[in-house]
């Protein structure tokens, strides 16, 4: 069974840290691209951040350049999403997703929130708080 398990969320203090794992089971995510999408309440879900799965290459969302970073581990079937100077305005449900194919079918589902993803994580919320 294909599942994509997301990971690390939790309550953090505005400025703070977080980092979030999504790891696969079913299949490998060697030769997919792997992004990173959220929702906050009562918003559309947006794209973050995408990472090829030839050499790692990322793309980031605007919102969280230079404060995110994507990167994967293949030999143990993770992508890891290190959060740093978190804001309120990170707050959101993280989803994880799988994309077969060109990384740069990903980037454009972290253009559109997410469409064309082929698999999708269940979520963990994320919460930027004083």
């Known amino acids: 069974q294909v599942q994509l398990v997301e990971s690390g969320g939790g309550l953090v203090q505005p400025g703070g840290s977080l980092r979030l794992s999504c790891a696969a089971s079913g299949f490998t995510l060697d030769y997919d691209a792997i992004g990173w999408f959220r929702q906050a309440p009562g918003k559309e879900r947006e794209g973050v951040t995408c990472i090829s799965s030839s050499d790692g290459s990322p793309y980031y969302a605007d919102s969280v350049k230079g404060r995110f970073t994507i990167s994967r581990d293949n030999a143990k079937n993770t992508v890891y999403l290190q959060m740093n100077s978190l804001k309120p305005e990170d707050t959101g449900v993280y989803y994880c997703?799988?994309?077969?194919?060109?990384?740069?079918?990903?980037?454009?589902?972290?253009?559109?929130?997410?469409?064309?993803?082929?698999?999708w994580g269940k979520g963990t919320l994320v919460t930027v708080s004083s």
């Open positions: 997703a799988a994309k077969h194919g060109l990384f740069r079918l990903c980037v454009f589902s972290v253009l559109t929130g997410g469409n064309g993803m082929d698999y």
